[in-house]
């Protein structure tokens, strides 16, 4: 895959310099790009984790020991918020230096009233028969696909679209939640 | 984190929880929601002609505390006019339900939620802000 819409990678990783903001894609050796390979990252998440593992360093001294155990916990942080498509795109945000409202943002009444008759249709969920709820089940999860579509295209756009981005990020919040309500 | 007990009253025995016809022109709707959380809170007002909020209804998916303090506005926003309906705020919320400071979100959500619906009922009668 060309990377043609990666974005440039800051010359030093301030992850590995003790600094305070972690760049999880470089953590991953992954380009900053929103469209990432997921197989990639899940290979890469474990070679991380095997070059880190505590077995590794029983005969280190304690300072080392807890450097990888830091690192451990790092790399299963990053992975967690690589691997969601909506923490990853605010995650990008925050490398590429932009800052985005994630509180406070005015949302459409017609966005709004559709996540009223989400939570309606679920709140009914156990007088849905199995293929009611299958329907449910698929509508969300392409409403969730639709939003990676969304922000696939504005990140690559150049300059970012960062008001879609922001817009976009907010909604996808809102079906998260949806989703993670819905009764197994 | 321990929730009040006036907190746990309104969560378990919620006040006004329901709707009105949004197509009424007596009736202001106010949609709100919190992305952080995906709560989502529709708070609505009928006002009648002497400019008294005569009943006010409210459905919130979310948190006990959001519901709490919807709850809460509903009750206090009945035999109010508009003008004392703006003048309720977010800390009066807070100190009635003794909200933590993590759930002071969910307070503001709740003005927001009466602001909204103020001004989807003046909108109805040409008033902009």
Not at chain 1, 25 to 29: D, V
Not at chain 2, 47 to 53: F, P, Q, S
């Given at each position: 895959?060309?990377?043609e819409y990666?974005?440039?990678?800051p010359?030093?990783?301030?992850?590995?310099?003790?600094g305070?903001?972690?760049n999880f894609?470089?953590?991953?050796?992954l380009?900053?790009?929103?469209?990432?390979?997921?197989?990639q990252?899940a290979?890469?998440?474990?070679?991380?984790?095997?070059?880190?593992?505590?077995d590794r360093?029983?005969?280190?001294?304690v300072q080392?020991?807890?450097?990888?155990?830091?690192l451990?916990?790092?790399?299963?942080e990053?992975?967690?918020?690589l691997?969601n498509p909506v923490s990853?795109?605010i995650?990008?945000?925050e490398?590429l230096n932009?800052?985005?409202?994630l509180?406070?943002?005015k949302?459409s009444p017609?966005?709004?009233?559709?996540?009223?008759?989400?939570h309606e249709?679920i709140?009914?969920w156990?007088s849905?028969?199995e293929?009611?709820r299958?329907?449910?089940?698929?509508?969300?999860?392409q409403?969730?696909?639709?939003?990676?579509?969304q922000?696939?295209?504005a990140?690559a756009?150049?300059?970012?679209d960062?008001?879609?981005i922001?817009?976009?990020i907010?909604?996808?919040?809102?079906?998260?939640k949806l989703r993670?309500?819905?009764?197994? | 984190?321990?929730y009040?007990?006036k907190?746990?009253?309104?969560?378990e025995n919620?006040?006004?929880?329901?709707?009105?016809?949004?197509?009424?022109?007596q009736?202001g709707?106010?949609?709100v929601g919190?992305?952080?959380?995906?709560?989502v809170?529709r708070?609505?007002?009928k006002?009648?002609?002497?400019?008294?909020?005569e009943?006010a209804?409210?459905?919130?998916?979310?948190?006990g505390?959001?519901i709490?303090s919807?709850?809460l506005?509903?009750e206090w926003?009945?035999?109010k006019?508009?003008d004392?309906?703006?003048q309720?705020?977010?800390?009066?919320i807070?100190?009635?339900?003794?909200l933590?400071?993590?759930?002071?979100?969910c307070?503001v959500l709740?003005?927001?939620?009466?602001?909204s619906?103020i001004a989807?009922?003046?909108?109805?009668?040409?008033?902009?802000?």
């Open positions: 895959m060309v990377d990666a974005f440039e990678n010359p030093q990783s301030p992850f590995f310099k003790g305070s903001f972690p894609f470089q953590l991953f050796n380009p900053l790009h929103y469209a990432i390979d997921l197989n990252l290979d890469r998440y474990r070679e991380l984790q095997r070059q880190v593992h505590p360093f029983v005969r280190a001294d080392a020991q807890e450097r990888a155990i830091e451990s916990s790092q790399a299963n990053a992975y967690k918020i691997k990853r795109a995650h990008l945000m490398c932009e800052s985005i409202q509180e406070g943002k949302l017609d966005f709004l009233m559709k996540q009223m008759e989400w249709k709140e009914t156990s849905l028969n293929s009611q299958d329907q449910l089940r698929r509508l969300l999860q409403e969730g696909e639709n939003y990676i579509g922000l696939t295209a990140f756009q150049r300059p970012i960062k008001i879609s922001e817009k976009w907010n909604e996808w919040q809102f079906i998260e993670t309500d819905l009764p197994d | 984190m321990a009040s007990e907190v746990i009253d309104h969560y919620p006040r006004n929880v329901g709707s009105l016809d949004k197509e009424d022109k009736v709707t106010g949609m919190a992305p952080a959380c995906g709560d809170m708070l609505q007002i006002v009648n002609d002497d400019g008294i909020i009943d209804k409210f459905k919130t998916y979310g948190c505390s959001a709490a919807s709850s506005v509903t926003l009945k035999g006019s508009i004392e309906a703006t309720i705020k977010n800390v009066d807070v100190n009635e339900l003794a933590p400071p993590v759930k002071i979100h307070s709740a003005e927001d939620a009466i602001k619906a989807d009922y003046q909108s109805k009668h040409g008033i902009n802000n």
